[in-house]
């Protein structure tokens, strides 16, 4: 998604309001954890950047230009807003068919062998519970975890431990002797 000169615009201006007004403003107790910055963060939003005038809105607040809109908000159509916050990891598929993520073996379709795929997961939820493996920007299937026992009976393609000739070998040439012309000499002695 590409954000137009304006829209990176308003971003920066958001960012510098923020270090400027709330940055400065933080405890040691605020920035304790996530959480606690998350908390400050939204009380400072809702009490003081909603509630003050801004000279993008010609003076207007943020809540007060919110509340004339005639436009009702609505979410986009089709966008599944959990899949945009995947994490992502790209892994290359062993011969085994498995890639790991997080000191975990997970098994993927062995057409995949020897290919880089992505791994799109949520963090927050456990792996065995679901791993989307994509392959060339498509998703695939969804990535199993590793049953070691069955993982072992599976049948592989090996390659050959010999040399392969690039070319084919030569048509042999003719000896001169015909086999079919010989007698069997060793039958008719005895």
Request: aromatic letters at 8%; hydrophobic letters at 40%.
């Amino acid at each position: 998604m590409q954000l137009t000169a304006v829209a990176k615009g308003k971003q920066e201006r958001w960012f510098r309001t923020v270090r400027a007004q709330l940055l400065a403003t933080l405890s040691e107790a605020d920035t304790a954890s996530l959480e606690a910055l998350n908390r400050r963060l939204w009380a400072w939003v809702e009490a003081e950047y909603h509630h003050s005038p801004h000279r993008g809105l010609e003076g207007v607040t943020p809540l007060d230009r919110w509340a004339m809109s005639e436009a009702v908000p609505k979410l986009p159509v089709g966008l599944d807003l959990d899949a945009l916050f995947l994490f992502e990891a790209k892994r290359r598929v062993q011969r085994d068919r498995t890639v790991s993520l997080s000191g975990a073996l997970f098994e993927v379709d062995a057409a995949l062998v020897g290919e880089s795929v992505t791994l799109r997961y949520d963090p927050s939820v456990p792996a065995a519970r679901g791993i989307e493996v994509w392959h060339e920007g498509r998703f695939v299937e969804r990535a199993r975890p590793l049953d070691a026992y069955a993982n072992c009976f599976v049948r592989r393609n090996r390659p050959t431990q010999g040399l392969e000739v690039d070319t084919p070998a030569a048509t042999p040439r003719a000896s001169g002797i015909a086999l079919r012309k010989l007698s069997p000499q060793g039958k008719e002695s005895r």
